[in-house]
């Protein structure tokens, strides 16, 4: 992984030979057939390719093609710079905005693994679907 600020972006870019395994552990293909994940954009977002080369951002939740985004990797992207305090954690809402919860309010705030993020994108990711299945409406900030 390589991660830093790159003007007020915070990015967590995977390595090529990490791309193919993250996008599994993920299961991306489920939630968006033909993409991979290259890394997450401040946290919130995944960073995905689809199978042409175009790259997007999308919620960590829901993952839902309604919500994709394009996105232009910035031309410095190799002069990230790193940032001690963040470095190999990931931001998580324990509550995730998509369902309620606040992104100001410090006690929904949590920092996790890697491993535990897939662990709580896969979690919360199922009845988001459900939500989206049902025609239910949770407001997403």
């Known amino acids: 992984m390589n991660e830093g600020w790159i003007g007020d972006d915070y990015l967590i870019l995977f390595e090529e030979s990490e791309v193919a395994t993250l996008?599994?552990?993920?299961?991306?293909?489920?939630?968006?057939?033909?993409?991979r994940v290259l890394g997450l954009r401040g946290w919130d977002d995944f960073i995905v390719r689809d199978s042409q080369?175009?790259?997007?951002?999308?919620?960590?939740?829901?993952?839902?093609?309604?919500?994709l985004a394009p996105f232009a990797f910035p031309e410095q992207i190799e002069k990230l710079h790193p940032d001690v305090r963040f470095t190999g954690k990931i931001k998580w809402y324990v509550q995730p905005?998509?369902?309620?919860?606040?992104?100001?309010?410090?006690?929904n705030l949590i920092w996790v693994s890697l491993q535990?993020?897939?662990?709580?994108?896969?979690?919360?990711?199922?009845?988001?679907?459900?939500?989206?299945?049902?025609?239910?409406?949770?407001?997403?900030?």
């Open 23 to 35: 996008s599994d552990r993920y299961t991306i293909s489920q939630f968006l057939p033909g993409f």
């Open 53 to 67: 080369g175009n790259t997007f951002t999308i919620p960590t939740v829901p993952i839902d093609a309604q919500y």
């Open 97 to 107: 905005i998509f369902f309620g919860g606040d992104p100001g309010d410090g006690k």
């Open 116 to 141: 535990k993020h897939v662990e709580l994108v896969l979690w919360w990711n199922d009845p988001a679907r459900s939500v989206s299945n049902t025609g239910g409406t949770i407001p997403r900030a």
